[in-house]
């Protein structure tokens, strides 16, 4: 399973920064809004959206990750 982008429009006010850094990913609307264009996110891609989420002046991105593989144990 893959990284999932989400918006929180609530938060989102338009500012269009998300697209700078992660412009492959996300595109912006008629009215300059975010809208996600892969929302599964390949692990490549995983750098820019995160600049992109910590760059959003009103925290509207976020990264669903799977758990990781390493945390897991085995089942008997």
């Not at 918006?7 to 996300?26: E, K, P, S, Y």
């Not at 912006?28 to 264009?37: K, R, S, Y």
Request: proline share 11%; charged share 25%.
């Amino acid at each position: 399973m893959t990284a999932r982008l989400r918006i929180d429009r609530t938060r989102c006010a338009g500012h269009g920064i998300c697209v700078l850094f992660a412009g492959r990913t996300i595109d912006l609307d008629a009215w300059g809004f975010p809208e996600v264009l892969e929302e599964t996110i390949e692990p490549h891609a995983l750098p820019a959206v995160r600049r992109a989420i910590t760059s959003c002046p009103r925290q509207a991105l976020s990264l669903e990750e799977p758990p990781s593989p390493a945390g897991r144990r085995g089942t008997p």
